[in-house]
């Protein structure tokens, strides 16, 4: 009868049911990129399939991290005696704090968890370092690389060099197990885009002369 006819699915129950192709394409693409990057994690353990390789990798790694690179920036900030050498490098400073803050807001938001194949033994973290979504270090890596071969007179064999560093850096992470694929890809796209917000807000004597007299 009328009265016990069954009564319609809520709209969302009945997109589970019925999934959209973006959806199936999306979860594929999310599957794959699990998979990949649990095939690709071959240092992410001693006893991995390139465990022997891991100390190395985390060399790698922290040439990578943000510590270091503010340290070593802030450093060279303090000795520089040339107003232009001021000039690049703080700007190279703004750039990684820029970094920092934008990959942690990006990671609270998404709050995706690193691979469960990852060993929680990463150099100096944070609260957010417990996501992956996206990679800091290769967010990192694109920035720089884009802001040294930028800013920097390099021979030519120098400049292979940093590109082929970001590389690398942006490859152990995947070896590592620290991230899968997709954070590191999309962490490169994120810090190749950082660099011309830095381009475009760039500091000088003439637009921040309160952070000049400070050097």
């Known amino acids: 009868s009328g009265s016990c006819a069954a009564a319609p699915l809520p709209e969302e129950d009945c997109m589970k049911l019925n999934p959209s192709f ?7 693409l999310l599957a794959i990129d699990l998979w990949a990057s649990k095939r690709l994690g071959v240092c992410a353990g001693e ?25 070593g ?3 060279g900030l303090c000795q520089s005696d040339s107003s232009a050498a001021r000039e690049v490098l703080l700007n190279l400073l703004f750039a990684l704090l ?5 990959v ?24 957010v370092d417990k996501y992956s979504f996206p990679s800091g ?3 990192r890596a694109a920035l720089v690389c884009r802001f040294v071969l930028r800013h920097l007179v390099l021979a030519v064999p120098l400049r292979v060099l940093v590109v082929l560093w970001a590389l690398i850096v942006s490859i152990s992470r995947v070896m590592l197990g620290r991230h899968n694929m997709t954070d590191v890809l999309f962490g490169l796209l994120l810090g190749y885009a950082l660099y011309s917000v830095v381009e475009y807000c760039w500091l000088s004597p003439r637009n921040a002369p309160a952070l000049f007299a400070l050097w």
Do not use: Q, Y
């Not at 465990?51 to 270091?68: D, F, N, W």
């Not at 194949?117 to 944070?126: G, L, P, V, Y």
């Open 98 to 102: 820029l970094d920092l803050v934008l």
């Open 22 to 28: 973006l959806g199936i394409a999306l979860s594929s």
């Open 47 to 71: 006893d991995s399939a390139w465990g022997s390789a891991r100390p190395l990798m985390k060399v790698i790694e922290v040439s990578g991290h943000g510590i270091p690179w503010l340290l």
């Open 137 to 139: 270090h290769a967010t």
């Open 104 to 127: 942690a807001v990006v990671k609270g938001l998404v709050k995706r968890r690193r691979p469960t194949h990852n060993k929680m033994d990463m150099f100096i973290t944070i609260s």
């Open 73 to 75: 920036t802030f450093c």
